[in-house]
């Protein structure tokens, strides 16, 4: 968190004249990735189903087809990197 921290400010003075630079945001957003990497490396597919579900996606609408296809090609990938760690 402190390196984050740095960062941030590094990122604040080096924007001082230009666009203004909100550190806040930032940090929302990397909270709200590490929460969706969480989502995606601990929940199973029915897990994530029953999710889509209970935010009123049907099973067979676009809406839920597209994210069980996302879901599953993330899966797909975390595996293959996983896998070429361990090969390492």
């Known amino acids: 968190m402190e390196n984050d921290d740095?960062?941030?400010l590094i990122a604040e003075e080096k924007s001082r004249g230009r666009r203004k630079?909100?550190?806040e945001e930032r940090r929302e957003r990397r909270e709200l990735l590490k929460?969706?990497?969480k989502l995606l490396e601990e929940t199973t597919e029915v897990q994530f189903k029953e999710m889509?579900?209970?935010r009123g996606l049907r099973d067979d609408s676009p809406a839920f087809q597209d994210a069980l296809a996302a879901w599953r090609e993330t899966q797909?990938?975390?595996k293959s990197l996983k896998s070429s760690k361990q090969r390492r």
């Open 6 to 8: 740095v960062r941030d």
């Open 21 to 23: 630079f909100d550190s």
């Open 35 to 37: 929460a969706y990497r």
């Open 52 to 54: 889509l579900r209970q």
């Open 76 to 78: 797909n990938e975390l």
